[in-house]
């Protein structure tokens, strides 16, 4: 199946979804979620992308970015992923003694019938992203990422999901992440 070009407007902000292969939950490790923002922290200072929003789920991801040049941010992605999947990886091979570690190896692991140079998969191929074009989507798409584990269930509150932008927007909490303005 072909893949369709996409378009990534200069200066344009960027809603990115991705998720981990097979919908795996990964992230519910502690470890895992810090390998998760070490990359990102990395990434962010060697190509200097902004960053206006995060959330990270169990097993998947939204960010709200802008890379320039705009058509950087499928090579941003795919750096992001490579790189997280290789320190994760080699984190779960690491762990054999742990059931759960061992499991989601497995998770990871490519079937035997797939013909390609790569064992293991941890990231879904694909992301998906929404170019968001106002103030008022920019603010959608925060509320959107910030209320995605209290709509899951896995809080009460958004407050209590350290995981997220929120606690930098409303409690001046930069601990895990800053983000940046537009200004």
């Given at each position: 199946?072909?893949?369709?070009?996409?378009?990534?407007?200069p200066?344009?902000?960027?809603f990115?979804?991705?998720?981990?292969?097979?919908?795996?939950?990964?992230?519910?490790?502690y470890?895992?979620?810090?390998?998760?923002?070490?990359?990102l922290?990395?990434l962010?200072q060697?190509?200097?992308?902004?960053?206006?929003?995060?959330?990270?789920?169990?097993?998947?991801?939204?960010?709200?970015i802008?890379?320039?040049?705009?058509?950087?941010t499928?090579?941003?992605?795919?750096?992001f992923?490579?790189?997280s999947a290789?320190?994760?990886?080699s984190?779960?091979?690491?762990?054999?003694?742990?059931?759960w570690?061992?499991?989601?190896?497995?998770?990871?692991?490519?079937?035997?019938?797939?013909h390609?140079?790569?064992?293991f998969?941890?990231?879904?191929?694909r992301?998906?992203?929404y170019?968001?074009?106002?103030?008022?989507?920019r603010?959608e798409?925060?509320?959107?990422?910030?209320?995605?584990p209290?709509?899951?269930?896995?809080?009460?509150?958004?407050?209590?999901?350290?995981?997220?932008?929120?606690?930098?927007?409303?409690?001046?909490?930069?601990?895990?992440?800053?983000?940046?303005?537009?200004?």
């Amino acid at each position: 199946m072909p893949v369709s070009r996409r378009y990534f407007a200069p200066g344009q902000l960027q809603f990115i979804t991705s998720s981990v292969y097979r919908r795996l939950k990964l992230f519910d490790s502690y470890r895992l979620r810090g390998v998760f923002l070490d990359v990102l922290r990395q990434l962010r200072q060697e190509t200097g992308f902004l960053l206006l929003g995060w959330v990270l789920m169990p097993e998947h991801f939204h960010l709200l970015i802008r890379a320039e040049p705009g058509a950087s941010t499928s090579a941003l992605l795919q750096e992001f992923k490579k790189r997280s999947a290789q320190e994760i990886v080699s984190l779960l091979s690491a762990n054999p003694q742990h059931a759960w570690w061992r499991k989601m190896l497995a998770g990871v692991r490519l079937p035997p019938s797939l013909h390609c140079d790569s064992y293991f998969r941890v990231w879904q191929r694909r992301f998906y992203p929404y170019g968001v074009y106002s103030d008022k989507k920019r603010r959608e798409k925060l509320n959107y990422m910030h209320n995605n584990p209290v709509k899951r269930g896995l809080v009460e509150s958004a407050e209590q999901w350290p995981w997220s932008s929120h606690r930098f927007y409303y409690l001046n909490d930069s601990s895990l992440l800053s983000m940046d303005s537009l200004v």
